[in-house]
């Protein structure tokens, strides 16, 4: 890419923040300011400011997507309108009318999982983990028991 671009607070600031808003990653907003990744890794650690609007930027596209996602996940309504043009009789166009009508979309499985395992992990995730304590005493009182059995034609 060249020589690094001189930071400017005043403009790289916003520009940050409005690339991250758009939900893009870090390589592609250095490639929109026109600098390389490491230059803005540097930007981060340099500038507090710069590292601050990124990460601005970030958590409101961040927080519209876990809204979206939890409105999917337990369903929701909406209000769709449509414009309705008739023709009278004689095929001259009637005044157009709105017509409104309420749609609703039912709760989806598919995001309501996503949504449990990764805000209740330990109760949703697919793997169980048991604590399985092995006590050496009942072990070693196993073993005396076949040798017994074994020994006495059992």
Avoid: C
Wanted: charged share 35%; net charge neutral.
């Amino acid at each position: 890419m060249g020589r690094p671009r001189e930071y400017l607070e005043e403009i790289h600031d916003v520009w940050a923040w409005s690339l991250a808003v758009e939900g893009l990653t870090d390589k592609e907003i250095a490639k929109r300011i026109g600098i390389a990744k490491s230059t803005l890794n540097k930007w981060k650690n340099d500038f507090p400011s710069f590292s601050d609007s990124l990460k601005s930027g970030k958590e409101t596209i961040d927080s519209k997507v876990e809204k979206s996602l939890f409105q999917r996940a337990i369903g929701y309504s909406y209000k769709e309108k449509k414009v309705v043009i008739e023709m009278d009789a004689n095929g001259n166009q009637k005044p157009a009318r709105i017509e409104t009508t309420e749609k609703i979309v039912p709760p989806d499985t598919t995001a309501q999982i996503f949504w449990l395992k990764n805000r209740k992990s330990k109760e949703w995730r697919d793997r169980q983990e048991h604590d399985v304590t092995v006590n050496p005493f009942l072990e070693l009182m196993k073993a005396a028991t076949v040798e017994d059995e074994e020994m006495n034609g059992g």
